[in-house]
């Protein structure tokens, strides 16, 4: 671990729990479109680090950040109260399962499933020409309780005709999905709003965010056969948890 010193490019609230943050990209930081990297702040004599998804394509020119205000966290509340300028300290080392690379060759239809700020690596992805040329269809599936948390995604995201973006907002009406999406799979309208069904040879799949939806959602992916790489066995679907 090798923590590198940079600054707040530009902080925007966009959401009432979500700020947006561009980093400075620091000298020797580098990343793949779709990782995560460590970002945290010194609280007194104590580095803070949490693991948090990088937003712009890889190797950007700064490092961007959808961060969610949890209640009571430890370091969510201050880096929602960063501003242009403050200093935050990045780790040089990144990770991540939401390589493109690591799907299955071939499919047509490419399904990002996030939920809250679990968008973020989508934002990235769907920014990357060398991702979405592979592609015919990108369906991008947001979910969120309320309509505040979602705007920021169609007014940031980089507009393309292959995709489409499909929001569920559990706990306000007028939502095109207004229930889970794993129930919204289950029973097909998530399919039929998108006007393309979900099925191994042409699908594919990446999930992050809230443990419970991808949980919901990667099961039925594997009803239906799709499934995570593992042990050089092509996979179908990749998966990012925010907590266990
Ligand atoms: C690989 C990975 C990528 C991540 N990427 C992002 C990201 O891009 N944006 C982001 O906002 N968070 C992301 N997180 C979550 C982030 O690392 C922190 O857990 C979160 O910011 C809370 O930190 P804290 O210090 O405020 O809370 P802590 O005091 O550390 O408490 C942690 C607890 O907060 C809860 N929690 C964590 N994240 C959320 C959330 N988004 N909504 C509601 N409850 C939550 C969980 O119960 C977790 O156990 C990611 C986590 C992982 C493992």
């Known amino acids: 671990m090798s923590l590198l010193k940079t600054h707040v490019a530009k902080a925007e609230k966009v959401a009432s729990n979500v700020i947006y943050l561009q980093i400075a990209r620091p000298e020797g930081f580098s990343w793949r479109t779709g990782e995560f990297a460590m970002l945290g702040l010194k609280v007194g004599e104590e580095q803070v680090m949490r693991c948090y998804s990088i937003a712009s394509v890889g190797n950007s020119e ?23 300028g403050d200093e935050v300290y990045l780790d040089s080392e990144v990770g991540g399962m ?17 939920s809250g700020t679990g968008v973020a690596p989508f934002m990235a992805v769907t920014s990357d020409s060398a991702i979405m040329d592979r592609y015919e269809n990108v369906i991008l599936v947001h979910g969120v309780r309320t309509w505040d948390e979602t705007g920021y995604v169609a007014r940031m995201i980089r507009r393309s005709p292959k995709l489409q973006v499909i929001c569920a907002v559990t706990r306000e009406p007028n939502a095109m999905i207004t229930k889970r999406i794993p129930d919204a799979l289950a029973d ?9 069904q979900i099925e191994k040879d042409h699908s594919r799949a990446m999930l992050c965010g809230n443990p419970g ?32």
């Not at 961007?64 to 960063?82: C, E, R, T, W, Y």
């Not at 939401?98 to 996030?114: I, M, S, V």
């Not at 097909?188 to 393309?196: E, N, P, R, T, V």
């Open 98 to 114: 939401l390589l493109a690379d690591r799907l299955e060759q071939g499919g047509k239809d490419l399904w990002l499933f996030g």
């Open 188 to 196: 097909g309208s998530l399919q039929s709003l998108a006007g393309i």
């Open 62 to 84: 700064t490092v961007d950040f959808f961060i969610a205000n949890v209640k009571g966290g430890q370091l969510s509340p201050k880096m929602n109260a960063l501003k242009d």
């Open 213 to 244: 939806m991808v949980k919901g959602v990667r099961d039925y992916l594997k009803s239906l056969g799709m499934v995570s790489p593992r042990g050089g066995n092509p996979g179908q679907v990749l998966v990012e948890n925010f907590w266990i």
